[in-house]
């Protein structure tokens, strides 16, 4: 949703890399959130990741909106920050 969102704007072609990644003892983990991810199914329980959908436009600037969240039955966000570069 947030990459057709993005691309309706205009922005579609400087949203290049994945929605987020897991987060453990390293910042970027698996899973990772792209297509081919969603493909191999659910996420498991307790599985803490970013969400971050992004505009980067090169040379000039860039927007990301991060959201901490725990993959459970339901939905809880953990955290959200507002990113401009």
Do not use: D, K, Q
């Not at 970027?28 to 191999?40: F, G, I, M, Q, Y």
């Amino acid at each position: 949703m947030a990459r057709e969102v993005i691309a309706a704007a205009g922005f579609g072609e400087a949203f290049g890399h994945s929605l987020g990644h897991g987060v453990g003892l390293a910042v970027h983990e698996t899973p990772n959130l792209s297509p081919s991810e969603a493909r191999r199914g659910a996420l498991p329980a307790g599985c803490v990741l970013t969400v971050e959908p992004g505009i980067y436009l090169t040379g000039w600037a860039a927007s990301a909106w991060r959201t901490w969240c725990c993959s459970t039955r339901g939905r809880r966000g953990l955290e959200s920050t507002r990113i401009f570069l």
